[in-house]
Structure formats: structure tokens, C-alpha cells
């Protein structure tokens, strides 16, 4: 018996659930969280006022990606942390991105 090929349908990424911005006291806790779907699964990248973040461009920054949740934690935020994030999430079928502010106050 000849198997039919199951031909894997491509998505390009949407934001089920965009960036929300973010209003954290100094010393406290910051997180952004976002859905994404997309098939294949797509890649995600975090960025801060157009920089790619990183552990090293960001010490302590917690970052993760698990069943289409993006999830990005700042432990103890400063006044410097306050700008522009956002998340970009890439596939074969293109790309999506999301962005939100963070103030400390």
C-alpha cells in the first residue's frame, strides 16, 4: 500500500496574545508575556529599544519559550530598564512582531 503524504501546512506567526506594557517599581519585578503560534514553530527573539537582548546584554534576565508562551522576566528593574520590548517571532512562513513600554517607577 503506497502512503499518501501528509503535506504539513505552513502559518505564519500571529501574536495570540500581544506584549502587555508594563508598570513595575524600582527593585521589584518586571514580566512580559505573549502567546504565538505558527507552523513550524517559530523562533522568538527579544529585543530592548531596537537591541537584541541577551543574559549577557541584560544580567539576570530570564527568558523562555515553551507550547507558544513567550515569556521575559527582568527580577529586580532600575530606571535604566525602562524602554521599548519587544518580541519577534520567525518561521518559514514569515515573521510577527509585538511590541510594549516598561516604566519603573
Request: proline content about 7%; hydrophobic content about 45%; aromatic content about 6%.
Amino acid at each position: 500500500m503506497d502512503k499518501v503524504p501528509t503535506i504539513m501546512s505552513t502559518q505564519a506567526p500571529t501574536f495570540t496574545q500581544p506584549l502587555q506594557s508594563v508598570v513595575a517599581l524600582e527593585g521589584s519585578a518586571a514580566t512580559f508575556q505573549a502567546r504565538v503560534s505558527g507552523s513550524p514553530v517559530p523562533e522568538v527573539s527579544w529585543f530592548r529599544d531596537g537591541q537584541v537582548l541577551s543574559a549577557a546584554a541584560l544580567p539576570g534576565v530570564q527568558i523562555s519559550f515553551s507550547d507558544g508562551r513567550a515569556v521575559l522576566t527582568i527580577p529586580a528593574v532600575t530606571a535604566a530598564h525602562s524602554g521599548r520590548f519587544s518580541i519577534r517571532a520567525t518561521n518559514g512562513a514569515g515573521q510577527a512582531t509585538s511590541t510594549a513600554e516598561l516604566l519603573v517607577t
